[in-house]
């Protein structure tokens, strides 16, 4: 069915455009020998009938011809412009189209990019589920395997379950930020901001990162402050932050209240590529962090997620990087009307060592 509609779409095409230039050359022709036939009539009274319908005839016959040629002139753009669409290649811009033309040119071009970037996110949804599904299931299948078909001692079985949960905990994120990446690109961000306490969120935060002991890692909360935020939604951007700079981080990671907002720094190797580049939902361009490459999605769905719900909150994510006195790498989550309980502190302060640049 689909087929026999796309065939009688495109044969009603020719038809379509064949209707708009009988219509213009309609006009043209009236335009052209209404005057001529009042001129005639007025002027010829005396002449013969025969005559003066013979010289009619060839008035409107002439007017139709003259009006047919002008409207294919007049179209000449449009049926171009036609063609291009048919063949998806607009190339540049006319000189001789007329800027409706040229307006119209932009929209399908527009309307294309807009297109092949859904498309390319679709691909890179599609890849994420594909790769970054695919390695917890696996897993989970070689432990449950193990349960069942070897003879484990007490503590093997413990571990074994302690790695399913792991397993079972990386899943549950992934769906659950993939879900989130989706929604809020929706624009969909609903918040109930209340007055809270930003320090407590960030230990909040650090208090849910038991493994970061486990890598040698020193995780710090500094600063105090208050602001009106929804804090559980809040607390998921600063979540895939600090996320982010444990997994990246040497040796320590800090985060801080500060009159900008809430800065969540680490001792990584910091971002390959501009913030915006990589905080996109399900981009199709693998990232490089730290020498590894991550495919489409998986590098971006926290960063995306962040900048969203900072956005939302009227505020906005940027990224900087010091190198002075050590490279440490500072995301802010910025935050409006901030009022920190410490104003002597210096936002400078409140971040591991590194130079107000």
């Known amino acids: ?30 335009l052209a020998f209404l005057p ?48 291009e669409v048919e063949q998806g290649d607009f190339g540049a811009p006319r000189d001789d189209d007329p800027a409706e033309i040229q307006a119209l040119r932009l929209a399908f071009a ?23 599904l695919k390695t917890p299931l696996i897993a989970t299948g070689h432990l449950v395997h193990s349960l069942t078909h070897f003879d484990l001692t007490a503590g093997q079985k413990e571990e074994i379950s302690e790695n399913l949960l792991a397993e079972n905990r990386r899943l549950l994120a992934l769906v659950s930020q993939m879900a989130d990446a989706h929604r809020f690109e929706r624009d969909d961000v609903r918040l109930d901001p209340h007055p809270t306490d930003l320090r407590s969120l960030l230990e909040r935060v650090t208090g849910r990162q038991p493994a970061s002991a486990d890598r040698g890692l020193t995780l710090q909360v500094r600063g105090e402050g208050q602001a009106v935020v929804d ?36 001792d990584g190797p910091g971002l390959s590529a501009a913030l915006d580049d990589l905080a996109q939902p399900f981009n199709s361009q693998p990232a490089l962090i730290a020498g590894q490459h991550y495919t489409a999605g998986t590098a971006g769905l926290g960063l995306f997620i962040a900048r969203r719900i900072a956005e939302a909150h009227g505020g906005a994510l940027s990224y900087s990087r010091h190198t002075v006195p050590r490279p440490v790498s500072v995301f802010t989550l910025h935050l409006p009307e901030v009022v920190l309980d410490s104003p002597a502190a210096a936002p400078d302060q409140t971040l591991p060592e590194r130079s107000a640049s």
Do not use: K
């Not at 026999?4 to 043209?28: F, W």
């Not at 390319?120 to 949804?125: C, I, P, V, W």
């Open 1 to 30: 069915m689909t087929t026999s509609t796309t065939t009688e779409v495109q044969g009603a095409r020719p038809a379509v455009q064949a209707s708009l230039r009988l219509q213009i050359t309609a006009v043209i022709a009236l």
């Open 36 to 83: 001529n036939l009042v001129v005639t009539v007025v002027a010829g009274p005396r002449l013969p009938a025969v005559t003066l319908a013979v010289w009619i005839g060839l008035v409107a016959l002439l007017s139709g011809m003259i009006a047919w040629l002008l409207s294919g002139v007049l179209l000449r753009p449009l049926l171009r412009l036609h063609a």
């Open 110 to 132: 527009g309307l294309l990019a807009r297109l092949s970037t859904e498309q390319g996110r679709r691909n890179a949804f599609m890849a994420t589920l594909v790769h970054d």
């Open 231 to 266: 804090a559980a939604v809040l607390e998921r951007a600063v979540t895939n932050l600090t996320d982010n700079a444990l997994r990246y981080a040497r040796s320590q990671v800090v985060l801080a209240v500060t009159a900008q907002g809430l800065e969540v720094c680490d």
